[in-house]
């Protein structure tokens, strides 16, 4: 079965633009999960949607926003982007296995570069 | 606030070597363990999964464990392969995922 497709691979874009990024999530997963990689920071979770909803969020400020639509794909979007928002955006998504662990699939990530 | 670190940072073996990659963790509340593989430029593949009620599993050449009382984990590779050069991420399971710092594996023929 297809994996998670995160989509553009690539981009580049110039400070004070925003960006939208997204994630179409493997079929029947209900949970998408984003994160941050960065040399600097290693990877930071940004936040997770369920059925639409927030279920949780990292510690990013409010330049960084996301939603989840009814097929469970997602996107996030970054306004008014900085020199220091250029990472890789990991995509999962993610069910809860019988044992209760979250399971989780990576997409290949959208790497973005601010000049 | 939970903090995982792992070391060491970097690691060059030679092929056919046994190598142990370790992760620490301070908070031991945590649902699961897991570790993960990531080739560069490229995203994650899990590589095990333990459950905060196990000790170990168990893959292929791949052999984790688990000591939440001392907040340790460690991934036991054995005979090395030039295909595992890779970094080498461990994430604690709260409700989100916390991750490591990384290994960076180099595998030389």
């Known amino acids: 079965k297809a994996g998670v497709t995160q989509t553009p691979r690539y981009l580049i874009k110039t400070r004070g633009q925003q960006v939208t990024l997204s994630c179409s999530p493997i079929?029947?997963?209900?949970?998408v999960s984003w994160y941050q990689q960065t040399p600097g920071q290693g990877l930071q979770f940004l936040f997770e949607?369920?059925?639409?909803?927030?279920?949780n969020k990292g510690n990013f400020p409010g330049r960084f926003s996301g939603r989840q639509f009814s097929n469970s794909r997602s996107e996030m979007n970054v306004s008014t982007l900085e020199l220091g928002d250029s990472a890789l955006y990991l995509c999962?998504?993610?069910?809860?296995?019988?044992?209760?662990?979250?399971?989780?699939?990576f997409g290949a990530g959208s790497r973005l570069t601010v000049l | 606030k939970q903090e995982v670190t792992q070391i060491p940072a970097a690691l060059s073996v030679p092929e056919g070597e046994n190598l142990v990659l370790n992760c620490s963790f301070t908070?031991?509340?945590?649902?699961?363990l897991q570790w993960f593989r990531q080739d560069p430029g490229k995203g994650l593949t899990s590589l095990l999964l333990?459950?905060?009620?196990?000790r170990e599993q168990t893959s292929g050449r791949l052999n984790a464990s688990l000591d939440k009382s001392s907040g340790r984990s460690t991934l036991y590779i054995a005979a090395s392969q030039p295909g595992d050069s890779a970094t080498y991420l461990c994430?604690?399971?709260?409700?989100?995922?916390?991750f490591g710092t990384g290994t960076r594996l180099q595998v030389f023929p």
């Open positions: 994430a604690v399971d709260t409700d989100k995922l916390i």
């Open positions: 949607y369920f059925s639409e909803t927030q279920r």
């Open positions: 079929s029947g997963h209900r949970s």
């Open positions: 333990i459950q905060s009620s196990q």
């Open positions: 908070d031991s509340a945590i649902y699961n």
């Open positions: 999962a998504s993610s069910f809860r296995g019988p044992t209760g662990a979250n399971v989780l699939t």
